[in-house]
């Protein structure tokens, strides 16, 4: 897939607020990714992901993000299909205690 930015959107927080959404399909070295870190000031990243993500190049690229860009991952998988409310909760929790930026999913339905 070789188009960058898919679609831009907003969400509702639970404040109230809007929040920004973003859906990529980024090329295989996955630079607009890199881009989009960078030009958010991004530093901490939670990761939701299926298991299954082991078998993707993305992987790689979420492992080796600290090391080349100085951007902490902190993964989430700790969910099954179609998750419980407690498995959501858990994740937000997680999230909150680890400080990150923004929340990338990649997966299905149930990562996202």
């Known amino acids: 897939m070789e188009a960058c930015v898919h679609e831009r959107g907003s969400v509702m927080s639970r404040e109230g607020g809007s929040v ?11 630079a607009e990714l890199d881009r989009y870190f960078q030009e958010n000031a991004v530093k901490r990243v939670f990761l939701v992901c299926g298991k299954s993500i082991r078998f993707l190049r993305l992987d ?3 492992s080796e993000l600290e090391e080349r860009r100085g951007i902490q991952v902190t993964r989430f998988s700790a969910f099954r299909p179609n998750p ?4 959501v909760a858990d994740g ?5 205690r680890a400080g990150c ?9 149930s990562a996202m």
């Open 101 to 109: 930026d923004l929340i990338a999913a990649v997966g299905g339905g």
């Open 60 to 62: 790689r690229y979420f």
């Open 20 to 30: 920004m959404q973003t859906v990529f399909f980024a090329s295989a070295d996955y």
């Open 92 to 96: 937000v929790e997680r999230f909150r």
């Open 84 to 87: 419980r409310y407690e498995e």
